[in-house]
């Protein structure tokens, strides 16, 4: 059995930080997220019952009692979550998700579907319908979620490319579940090589990461208003930023190839 070298504990802890920043600052530049101070959340993600002015237009419980009863689900692997037996949901901790980060997405344990986690899906669900990027994305068993009410690591969610796999925090952005569900639509487009270069989302690189994110920031806004921003009171930098500079153009040309692609491999429709 070979013998594991021995480290100076203030060098492995001056390491660990070193890591702990490098993950911070990829999440930073992924999603907007302040974490400078001891309470990062406070900055972008402290909900504020003053916030006013602002319109989301997202799915809620009425339309889940609709699509129940018109069973809109019928005959798609959805069908199962508007149904009385809803699968389990896989779940993770904060603390898992924080040791995962930024190179992975916990695998989490399948937890019954208490109504605020099958809510997310459900509404969720409704929402992708109203964007093709989305609706290709979108897959609740590639889907892990956090419900710890009352805390939160600072961010809504991510997805992780690597392991194909969203998370998302499900009391703090539910909303993420559909944001993420895009990310992962562009990178299925992406492997496919239907994105053209003029959306400057291909390539890789970090000017590539940047242009997706305010992509997927500007869709969000289009198809559902100010859905990302409401409840904070006022904007997000990334929604204005993305509002400025990505063109209505854009968002209708992925949207097509995104629609083609899955009339090309669900002739019948999205499954």
Same mark, same amino acid.
């Given at each position: ?15 660990? +930080? ?51 009863? +018109? ?19 896989? +779940? ?84 993420? /579940? ?16 239907? /994105?053209?270069?003029?959306?400057? /989302? ?59 692609? /899955? ?9």
């Amino acid at each position: 059995m070979p013998t594991v070298p021995q480290q100076d504990p203030q060098e492995a802890a001056a390491q660990d +930080t070193a890591v702990q920043q490098q993950g911070r600052r990829w999440l930073e530049r992924l999603f907007g997220v302040e974490f400078a101070g001891q309470d990062p959340q406070l900055k972008y993600y402290g909900r504020d019952p003053r916030a006013t002015g602002m319109v989301a237009d997202y799915p809620g419980a009425k339309e889940v009692g609709r699509a129940k009863m +018109t069973d809109l689900a019928y005959g798609t692997p959805m069908a199962a979550y508007f149904g009385d037996q809803p699968p389990k949901i896989p +779940t993770a901790t904060f603390s898992e998700v924080e040791k995962a980060y930024p190179y992975n997405v916990p695998s989490g344990r399948l937890e019954p579907p208490e109504q605020r986690r099958l809510g997310a899906i459900q509404k969720g669900w409704l929402a992708a319908r109203k964007s093709s990027v989305a609706q290709l994305g979108f897959d609740p068993q590639r889907t892990v979620m956090t419900d710890q009410p009352g805390r939160t690591v600072g961010l809504g969610g991510y997805f992780q490319p690597q392991a194909d796999t969203m998370w998302f925090d499900v009391n703090l952005d539910p909303e993420a /579940i559909v944001h993420e569900s895009m990310h992962r639509g562009l990178h299925m487009l992406r492997k496919e090589g239907l /994105i053209p270069p003029e959306l400057g /989302i291909t390539g890789g690189g970090q000017r590539a990461f940047d242009r997706d994110e305010l992509l997927v920031r500007a869709m969000m806004l289009h198809h559902f208003k100010d859905v990302e921003s409401v409840q904070y009171g006022r904007r997000h930098e990334q929604v204005e930023q993305a509002e400025k500079v990505i063109p209505k153009s854009d968002i209708a040309k992925i949207e097509k190839i995104a629609a083609d692609y /899955i009339a090309k491999k669900h002739p019948m429709g999205p499954r």
